[in-house]
């Protein structure tokens, strides 16, 4: 084995995260939104800083709810600016509000984010980076290519040796569908 599954086990914050949450499939539109936040957020810092600040992150967007982030309007946005608990860039906090509303744009016309996700599935990863860059904001190769990862839609998150790949595999992501 090699890289974050070689090194997350047993580490205090990236163990559980590896165990239970990277690669795993979700559906949950929130949740997916969460992701997406805390994947353009990673930008330009590690990982560990993330996961530090995940529970500022839940706190400070509202549980992710994706309609109240969607109706933050300038009080919001500087409240957010002002949170030392999470990352504090202006780029990634209109991103977020911006990509909440373009959810709920798509929310109206698939049923649900997850429902988008599926209708675009399967196609190449640069496929998906052209699609998140027409529909989101702060959405580049790496984080496109994570956030899909992380989310059970592309492969890689974990190496085949990894005892966490079997349970991935057990619950059938999106990446093993094709």
Request: glycine letters at 8%; proline letters at 6%.
């Amino acid at each position: 084995m090699s890289g974050y599954c070689q090194s997350a086990p047993g580490h205090p914050f990236h163990g559980p995260y590896h165990d239970a949450v990277y690669g795993f499939p979700l559906t949950d539109d929130n949740r997916l939104f969460e992701r997406l936040v805390l994947e353009i957020n990673q930008a330009g810092l590690s990982w560990l800083t993330i996961l530090k600040k995940q529970a500022g992150f839940r706190r400070a967007y509202d549980g992710f709810d994706i309609a109240t982030v969607a109706a933050y309007g300038e009080a919001e946005r500087a409240r957010l600016l002002a949170d030392a608990g999470i990352i504090r860039n202006r780029l990634k906090v209109d991103a977020a509000i911006y990509n909440a509303q373009q959810i709920t744009a798509l929310q109206r016309s698939h049923g649900t984010f997850a429902a988008w996700l599926d209708a675009h599935h399967p196609q190449r990863k640069t496929a998906w980076v052209a699609l998140f860059k027409r529909t989101f904001r702060f959405t580049g190769g790496e984080i496109t290519g994570e956030f899909l990862m992380s989310t059970g839609y592309l492969p890689g998150a974990h190496d085949p040796e990894c005892p966490v790949f079997a349970k991935i595999a057990a619950l059938d992501p999106p990446w093993m569908q094709r």
